[in-house]
């Protein structure tokens, strides 16, 4: 069962916590009360300089107040983060000053933009900070960094994110358009699910009410009979049970169940993951709340506890627990009503922490949808942000709070780089997300150096291998590669040739420095000679001066430091025929190249053999082929370059071609 808490009043002084958006950590100090009231600590030189030392801002609170208590306390923020030992020295030192009460009245993360260029929407909750009603100015998105996710992706209507709950407004301003399908039965009372629905889907950036997480995304909601309660709204486990399984066999990627049970066995919500379905759940709205504890550690199930605007869980009395798995924004949230259509409530709990969880699913599988439940359960925690209050609970807020940025870009996440690696070459490997992850890689490859954003690994044995990003100890992307064991790839050039063959190399991965070039030999040496070109001579003409078996060698030293060669035995035969030849003429030919077969010596011999001619350019291109069991044949050439081309006829007894050298010349 679940209890639903509204609350409709704000404190001014709520606003007034906010903090800039381009500062980080944040931590609030009160002058002692001896101190002369008309003493203003911001104008103190000492103050000043301890500002410019750690480059941090210190300011007054409360500026715009009269109230001397309100006037006494500042603010005290610094720009990037920090271990929190090298955070606690700076505060340190401004209570060493003398001037402040040792007691640190607040601790919390500003909203801070990770992005250059946030994505803004027209929602006047979002808008507006510090008016009633619908004022928050966007905290919960601002603290999730939901308008830099947006950056990326703004999700697609085509991804749905199913809802289980008790009524949904259909007919709000927030929802008439991002319903994509209801089913259940219709009772009255509970504005429950329209509350969630909004805070996940509801339609953004459309002039009116508020902005939600998942943008684009909408909503397949299922109700489930409820009644209302001196404790809240409850239903019965069973039917939400049924819920989720038809929501999944239904082919809903996203199940958001904001109620403290969901009636699944262990083996029932392995099921429901198996399918491809994430499950994220609400925590509970007390401390001792233990709900879903019984499939809180299925892979792919999302237990979600709540912070306060201040990124603070203490005062919130929500979840603490081993079971909690991300906590979210869940007091003074604004959503939409599920009484009126144009109306809005401000609500509190984890029933509403749960659906800002799932619509930043719903941004993960709109740039990926291929991510499992479990990958998306570990991006979700490994990119989370730390809870300012967060060490006061080890161990009971999971991974910490929801960052929609991070998780969204490394879900989106692929590995740059070779799909080859040469023995011995450091070869470095990006990834185009800002946080959350590790590398790791295959056996055959050793671990050279790693940032944030980057891997270099070295070939070390032959086969195929990988580099992979990992979300705990869940692999994310994998990006496979080769090490061959050989660093030449290619060495093309026929085997069986006459006295000219052009050879070309070409090296895999790593790279040949400038003025390094191929050497070229031939063994037994002087009979050939060698014409070596292109780019770092990874071509070469070798012409021979008499017939053979020759062994002909190429070899290079990278940028690895290390000297590749490759090898290749060729058989030179003499060409027959000239200028002047009886069996192919004319040479040099123009239009039509004349062959008569019967001048072959073994054509008396064997007349029933059938000869196949074939006409090659030098570059081992074929140009013209024949067939025919004796006399003269005719090839025009008449479409052919000027140049060196070479005619080989194979009698269908002999392995070997006889081979002649013709010119043509237009």
Not at 40 to 52: F, N, R
Not at 173 to 202: N, R
Not at 613 to 620: N, S
Request: hydrophobic content about 35%.
């Amino acid at each position: 069962m679940k209890k639903v808490l509204l609350s409709v009043g704000i404190l001014l002084l709520t606003f007034q916590l906010v903090s800039s958006q381009e500062f980080g950590y944040s931590v609030r100090l009160k002058l002692k009360s001896t101190t002369d009231k008309n003493y203003l600590a911001t104008e103190d030189d000492l103050m000043k300089a301890l500002s410019l030392r750690y480059d941090v801002r210190f300011k007054q609170s409360y500026k715009s107040f009269k109230t001397t208590e309100l006037l006494s306390y500042y603010d005290l923020t610094r720009k990037e983060e920090m271990c929190m030992e090298s955070w606690k020295n700076v505060i340190k030192e401004f209570l060493a000053t003398g001037k402040f009460e040792d007691e640190v009245y607040e601790y919390g993360l500003s909203y801070i933009n990770s992005c250059a260029n946030p994505v803004s929407v027209n929602d006047p909750d979002f808008v507006y900070s510090g008016v009633w009603p619908l004022g928050s100015g966007g905290w919960p998105l601002k603290l999730i960094q939901a308008p830099c996710a947006w950056t990326i992706t703004k999700g697609s209507s085509s991804v749905l994110i199913g809802i289980v709950d008790g009524e949904f407004r259909t007919t709000h301003e927030e929802l008439k358009y991002k319903i994509a399908s209801i089913v259940g039965p219709s009772s009255i009372g509970s504005p429950h699910g329209t509350q969630v629905a909004s805070i996940a889907a509801g339609d953004t950036n459309n002039g009116k009410g508020i902005a939600s997480v998942g943008y684009n995304s909408k909503i397949a909601a299922h109700r489930v009979v409820h009644q209302s309660g001196p404790t809240g709204v409850s239903a019965d486990d069973m039917e939400i049970k049924d819920a989720i399984t038809y929501l999944c066999e239904s082919g809903i990627r996203i199940i958001n169940v904001s109620w403290s049970g969901t009636g699944l066995s262990q083996s029932g919500a392995a099921y429901i993951t198996a399918l491809g379905s994430t499950l994220v759940l609400s925590g509970g709205n007390t401390i001792a709340s233990n709900n879903h504890s019984v499939i809180a550690d299925v892979p792919g199930v999302i237990v979600v506890s709540g912070v306060d605007r201040n990124n603070m869980h203490g005062p919130t009395y929500y979840a603490r627990n081993q079971y909690i798995d991300i906590c979210a924004p869940a007091k003074e949230i604004w959503t939409a009503s599920g009484m009126i259509d144009d109306y809005y409530v401000e609500s509190e709990g984890t029933s509403i922490a749960a659906p800002f969880v799932s619509g930043t699913i719903a941004l993960m599988l709109s740039v990926n949808p291929t991510l499992t439940p479990s990958q998306i359960e570990q991006i979700i925690k490994s990119t989370a942000d730390p809870i300012a209050d967060g060490h006061l609970f080890p161990g009971q807020l999971g991974a910490g709070r929801l960052n929609a940025y991070t998780a969204v870009s490394l879900a989106k996440a692929a590995i740059s780089g070779p799909s080859v690696i040469c023995k011995g070459c450091p070869t470095t490997f990006s990834v185009n997300a800002p946080s959350g992850f590790t590398w790791s890689c295959s056996s055959n490859l050793s671990l050279s150096s790693t940032t944030n954003s980057s891997i270099s690994v070295t070939g070390q044995s032959a086969g195929p291998g990988w580099v992979r990003i990992n979300a705990g100890s869940t692999m994310l992307v994998q990006h496979n590669v080769t090490v061959p064991s050989a660093t030449i790839s290619t060495f093309s050039g026929s085997t069986y040739i006459g006295y000219q063959e052009e050879f070309n190399v070409s090296l895999i991965s790593c790279t040949i420095p400038s003025g390094n070039n191929y050497s070229w030999s031939v063994t037994p040496s002087g009979f050939s000679t060698i014409y070596p070109f292109g780019t770092n001579h990874s071509y070469a003409n070798i012409s021979f001066s008499q017939g053979g078996v020759y062994l002909v060698t190429t070899q290079v030293s990278t940028s690895c430091g290390q000297t590749e060669s490759a090898n290749l035995f060729v058989n030179v035969q003499p060409y027959k025929g000239g200028e002047s030849s009886k069996i192919v003429y004319p040479n040099p030919v123009d239009d039509v190249l004349f062959v008569d077969l019967d001048q072959l010596s073994d054509a008396s011999s064997n007349s029933r053999v059938t000869y196949d001619l074939r006409l090659y350019d030098g570059w081992g291109n074929l140009t013209n082929k024949a067939t025919a069991k004796g006399g003269v044949v005719q090839l025009n050439v008449s479409n052919l370059s000027d140049g060196m081309y070479f005619l080989h006829i194979l009698d269908g007894v002999s392995a070997k071609p006889d081979i002649f050298k013709v010119i043509v010349k237009h």
